[in-house]
């Protein structure tokens, strides 16, 4: 039977699809091909009609991933920059945690371990949807001292991507929760505050000449007289 390329491509979406689902909550080394063609409704066979690999599979699902999450992550946020954008992004992201199940509508926390092991194509289709986020949000984020906008938004990111996985990794924890809360709370934080030194005491004053302060308290020398025989 032959089937029109509408057909065949809603087949594909489908496979994408379910691939996404698998790999968010499975990774990579739980979503076989199998368990991905039966959760599209489709069989084994089909797949190599569409992907060559179970790494294409992956590479596609990352950049479709990307892709779309990209426009929702920056939806609406034009207007808003420096630390309020910051803020705003990643209260969007950090959100996704369902902080009484653990799961999260995210797959990086899934498969942040299994790209680091993947094939260069599999890197290179993460690393075109992250320079994509990325190019897409820097704009919002005037320069920094010590920092260059796009700088900022990769440490953005890496911030947000890696506290999600800690969360999941502690989701039976109450840490999870203060993870992502300490995360936002980093990203728009203030100035250092200034520290009170406390006033040295009137007897570390006269000591001043020979002792510093932290350091064990010195004595001072005595003069022995010898006895005149």
Known sequence: MRYTAEHKQATHARILAAAEKLFRAEGFSGASVERVMRAAGLTVGGFYAHFASKEAL????????MAVRKARWLSGLQESRGTEFLERFARRYLSQFDRTTG?????????????????????????????????????QL???EGATPRQQ?????????GAM???????SQPLAGEILDAARALLIAGAPVATVEKKASPRTRRAGAFVKTGDAP???????????N
């Not at 938004?153 to 991507?161: E, K, Q, R």
């Not at 010195?218 to 005149?228: D, W």
């Open 142 to 144: 005037p320069a920094r």
């Open 153 to 161: 938004m990769l440490a953005t990111v890496a911030l947000c991507f």
């Open 103 to 139: 799961d999260t509508a995210c797959m990086m926390p899934s498969l942040l371990s299994d790209l680091t092991r993947a094939k260069p194509e599999v890197q290179a289709a993460f690393g075109q949807g992250l320079e994509e986020l990325v190019g897409g949000a820097q704009a």
């Open 165 to 171: 996985t800690l969360a999941r990794a502690t989701a």
């Open 58 to 65: 992956l590479a596609e699902s990352l950049r479709a991933f």
């Open 218 to 228: 010195a004595r001072r020398a005595r003069t022995v007289r010898k006895k005149p």
